[in-house]
């Protein structure tokens, strides 16, 4: 698994989810990936899960109206005009992205690195974009 850089799409497992997701994913799929965060709150979300969840979530802002400059394409069209109907994802979204950022193995990889600030400042933008 290859990661270069501290931004939500600079890894391969959020582009690979992206891309599974373009070709053939629904709604159902983001929740999905969000649900696994989030039932694993109380002890430490790995790695895979939470780089899933962080793409989910943008996609989540996406719909909301406030989508990341750094959407790739393909995540893009998938939104195209759809507008998020369902509020209690957008919730969901948020904590998933509030547990990663408190206690998670994503977290921990970050915070032992010199880009641990860069990568904090990219979740707290998305939380942002996340509210109302």
């Not at 501290?6 to 629904?26: C, V």
């Not at 394409?73 to 109907?85: M, N, S």
């Not at 992205?97 to 933008?125: A, C, P, Y």
Request: glycine share 4%.
């Amino acid at each position: 698994m290859s990661v270069w850089g501290a931004g939500i799409f600079e890894n391969d497992d959020a582009l690979d989810w992206i891309y599974d997701l373009a070709d053939s994913g629904s709604l159902a799929r983001v929740a999905a990936a969000l649900d696994v965060v989030v039932r694993n709150k109380d002890d430490s979300p790995e790695l895979l899960d939470c780089r899933i969840a962080l793409s989910a979530a943008e996609i989540i802002a996406a719909m909301h109206g406030d989508p990341s400059i750094d959407l790739p394409e393909e995540a893009e069209e998938w939104v195209g005009d759809k507008i998020l109907e369902n509020e209690n994802l957008r919730f969901k979204a948020e904590e998933a992205v509030t547990i990663i950022l408190r206690k998670s193995e994503l977290r921990d990889k970050w915070e032992h690195s010199s880009s641990f600030e860069k990568w904090q400042s990219n979740i707290h933008n998305l939380q942002k974009r996340l509210e109302i």
